[in-house]
Nanobody, 119 residues
Framework: QVQLVESGGGQVQPGGSRRLSCVVSGRIFSIGTINWYRQGPGKQRELVATKTAGGSTNYVDSVKGRFTIFRDNAKATVYLQMNSLKPEDTAVYYC?????????????WGQGTQVTVSS
């Protein structure tokens, strides 16, 4: 059974950094497109960053130049490096992965990790 487990959330001061991790467990063949979403208080979930299997990346304008999405295929782990954090980055962050496994191809979500940016 494929599962995603996120970690790395917590409280951080404005201007600080945080690295979120999303570890894939279970028997898989490969990870395709990876996404990080977030949902702030009273807001709709938004797509923050995307990285395709081919390496193309895309970011929402509000995080460009501050956030970096990357993966370590050997560790079956994907990351979101967040720098220069702002209070408006406060949200629950979710990884969303396109995974190829013996049963085919499915879309999986992490459980979410809270990031709070405040002084």
């Amino acid at each position: 059974q494929v599962q995603l487990v996120e970690s790395g959330g917590g409280q951080v001061q404005p201007g600080g950094s945080r690295r979120l991790s999303c570890v894939v467990s279970g028997r898989i063949f490969s990870i395709g497109t990876i996404n990080w979403y977030r949902q702030g208080p009273g807001k709709q979930r938004e797509l923050v960053a995307t990285k395709t299997a081919g390496g193309s990346t895309n970011y929402v304008d509000s995080v460009k130049g501050r956030f970096t999405i990357f993966r370590d295929n050997a560790k079956a782990t994907v990351y979101l490096q967040m720098n220069s954090l702002k209070p408006e980055d406060t949200a629950v962050y979710y990884c969303n992965l396109d995974i190829f496994h013996a049963g085919g191809r499915d879309d999986y979500w992490g459980q979410g990790t809270q990031v709070t940016v405040s002084s």
